[in-house]
């Protein structure tokens, strides 16, 4: 069983506050990850990172910022939260090896911007 | 662009039918995944596929990645109720290991008892 955890798994929020999802994994994988899931829709990576001090945009473009101060840990932040922003957020993390790797995934926090 | 294909987009099978899902992919894959999701919740690592052929199993579900690499499938044998979700491909496009998965849009799998 994966260890990777998000909090909080949901949130209501109105416009215009600071909002930080948390993720933090117990793996001690280098590689993390955000993705961005909208209802019937599929995952989009917004965010990753290959360790500590290193963080790079990932394919759809998103107005959150993330930091990687700590390996085990990976927040996402939203600085002045809209609508738009609804939607569910994933993190993930796989170790760093050669080839390809699991990609193990939190249970998601569902965040609605009212 | 859609790079990975699912289909079906949905399914509803009778208990103990079996189904097939199928993953196809514009580009050669260097890593095929599979994941299960319940509504609204994080995604449960089923399967990962890399050689051309290769084919592995975990208790009544065989995922196959096909010789070219492009497509893979996922075969439920017997489905039962608790086999019910949302399944989705991902596939990594590079050998190296970067991690980055694009993903199909998912396939929902209703089970009637």
């Known amino acids: 069983e994966a260890d990777i955890y998000q909090t909080p798994r949901y949130l209501v929020i109105g416009t215009g506050k600071k909002i930080t999802l948390e993720c933090s994994q117990t793996?001690?994988?280098?590689?993390m990850y955000w993705y961005q899931q909208d209802p019937g829709m599929e995952l989009h990576l917004i965010h990753y990172?290959?360790?500590?001090?290193?963080?790079e945009k990932g394919d759809l473009s998103s107005e959150s910022t993330v930091s990687r101060i700590r390996t085990e840990h990976f927040p996402l932040t939203l600085e002045s939260a809209r609508p738009s922003h609804t939607s569910q957020y994933l993190c993930?993390?796989?170790?760093?090896?050669?080839?390809?790797?699991?990609?193990?995934f939190g249970q998601g926090t569902r965040l609605t911007v009212v | 662009s859609q790079e990975l294909e699912q289909s079906p987009q949905s399914l509803i099978v009778q208990e103990g039918k079996n189904l097939t899902i199928n993953c196809t992919s514009s580009?050669?894959?260097?890593?095929l995944y599979w994941y299960k999701q319940k509504y609204g919740e994080g995604l449960i690592f089923l399967m990962m596929?890399?050689?051309?052929?290769e084919e592995k199993s975990h208790e009544k579900i065989t995922a196959k990645l096909d010789e070219k690499k492009q497509q893979s499938s996922l075969h439920v044998t017997a489905s039962q109720p608790s086999h019910a979700g949302i399944y989705l491909c991902?596939?990594?496009?590079?050998?190296?290991?970067?991690?980055?998965?694009?993903f199909g849009q998912g396939t929902t799998l209703q089970v009637k008892p």
């Open positions: 993930a993390s796989s170790e760093l090896g050669s080839g390809n790797t699991e990609a193990f």
């Open positions: 991902g596939a990594a496009h590079g050998s190296s290991n970067t991690g980055k998965l694009i």
């Open positions: 990172s290959y360790g500590v001090n290193s963080t």
């Open positions: 793996m001690g994988h280098d590689k």
């Open positions: 580009k050669t894959l260097y890593g």
């Open positions: 596929l890399q050689k051309g052929g």
